[in-house]
């Protein structure tokens, strides 16, 4: 590790805690009104504080300092790309608070994930960096399959669990996802939401009692699988080429 890369922790990490005072500041100043459904009006505790930064606020702000380091390894110089990417993540972290404490995910947070993934692919294609889309109809077929692949889920748990399993929050959100994760990279991340999913949910089981009715937030590893994507995703595409190679010789 060299004198540069020692100089960078030191500034992401103080930009991470920062961040992270802004998007608490943020989650208890917005309308109440983003937390609840379309047909549902705020509560009081809605309408009261709704996070403390000193409660949650340092674990949540070390958090975005490994992701915000582990990006700029990922994309070393290319400071579009870490500006963008570290945004998005910050946004997919107020989005796993939001889901996990209120069961919802704000269309205005996701709008905004949407917005940033947007013009970082149209940077990337016109750039012809070619790092994240080969070719530009990516984002638009991967946003597609990302919606489509949680209404498939959907409809499944209602064939067989007869309910809903995924909220439209998480379809919405998927499709956002989609966008710069491309046709490819949605699978990638649909398999490490679920992976991540069932793991927590193991965990949950031997250390909590669950009701049967019970509602388990889905962002959350949405959003766990898309940062790792985003991390890792050159990593995580090397892996994939190797167990092809090795299934198909």
């Not at 103080?14 to 208890?28: D, E, K, Q, T």
């Not at 905004?112 to 077929?141: G, M, R």
């Not at 959350?220 to 050159?234: N, V």
Request: charged share 15%.
């Amino acid at each position: 590790m060299g004198y540069d890369d020692i100089i960078w922790g030191v500034v992401l990490t103080l930009l991470s805690f920062g961040m992270g005072y802004i998007l608490f500041l943020m989650f208890n100043k917005v309308p109440a009104k983003w937390f609840c459904d379309y047909d549902e009006e705020p509560g009081e505790e809605l309408l009261s504080q709704r996070v403390f930064f000193k409660r949650g606020g340092i674990v949540f702000s070390i958090l975005l300092a490994i992701t915000f380091i582990l990006c700029r390894y990922q994309y070393d110089t290319k400071w579009v790309y870490n500006i963008c990417f570290c945004l998005a993540i910050s946004v997919l972290f107020i989005i796993s608070v939001a889901d996990f404490k209120y069961c919802i995910i704000p269309d205005q947070f996701t709008a905004a994930l949407a917005v940033i993934f947007a013009v970082i692919s149209i940077y990337d294609i016109i750039s012809k960096n070619n790092i994240l889309h080969t070719v530009w109809y990516q984002p638009l077929i991967g946003g597609i399959c990302g919606g489509a692949i949680m209404l498939l889920i959907n409809l499944l748990s209602r064939l067989i669990y007869k309910k809903d399993g995924i909220g439209f929050g998480d379809v919405k959100l998927f499709a956002a996802v989609g966008i710069v994760a491309g046709i490819k990279g949605i699978f990638i991340c649909t398999f490490l939401s679920l992976i991540t999913a069932t793991i927590c949910f193991i965990v949950i089981m031997l250390f909590n009692s669950i009701k049967k009715d019970s509602y388990l937030a889905f962002g959350p590893y949405i959003a766990i699988s898309t940062i790792l994507y985003i991390i890792f995703k050159c990593n995580i595409e090397q892996i994939l080429q190797w167990y092809l190679k090795i299934i198909s010789a």
